[in-house]
């Protein structure tokens, strides 16, 4: 179900947000494979503990806690993006979208991290692969 935009953006607009994108999305994908590193490592000391019928150690809890932490930092950037109005499509992948108009309907600008400029667009229900330049 597609949901009303609460903005639409000009490519000036949607523009000028990728300074600080770039900040966010950088900080995100370093922080990203430090959750899944610590989620492996949890996993490991689980079964190691359980295999030798010790209770989960003070080690896991603080590896639990630490995951937490950057968890948090991830969610805070995801909400910073919303609130900017851009739409996070991944992480992994770097994509943002921007609600636009386009020929009188809402569209999407599509930009991902490492594109020096937004140069494409989507239908609201296509995803990346369905880009075309603007």
């Not at 900080?27 to 590193?37: F, G, N, R, S, T």
């Not at 992948?93 to 594109?115: H, M, N, Q, S």
Request: glycine share 8%; hydrophobic share 35%; aromatic share 6%.
């Amino acid at each position: 179900m597609l949901y009303p935009m609460s903005r639409t953006f000009t490519l000036d607009e949607a523009t000028a947000l990728l300074p600080r994108l770039r900040e966010i999305l950088n900080e995100m994908q370093e922080k990203k494979p430090q959750v899944d590193a610590i989620r492996e490592e949890i996993v490991a000391m689980t079964k190691t503990a359980s295999g030798n019928g010790h209770l989960v150690s003070q080690d896991v809890r603080d590896r639990q806690k630490a995951a937490q932490v950057l968890i948090e930092r991830l969610n805070q950037l995801g909400t910073e993006v919303s609130e900017l109005g851009g739409e996070l499509k991944g992480i992994d992948e770097g994509l943002v979208d921007f609600p636009a108009e386009r020929e009188g309907r809402t569209i999407y600008l599509c930009w991902k991290l490492g594109d020096d400029a937004i140069t494409h667009w989507h239908e609201l229900d296509t995803g990346f692969g369905g880009r075309q330049p603007l």
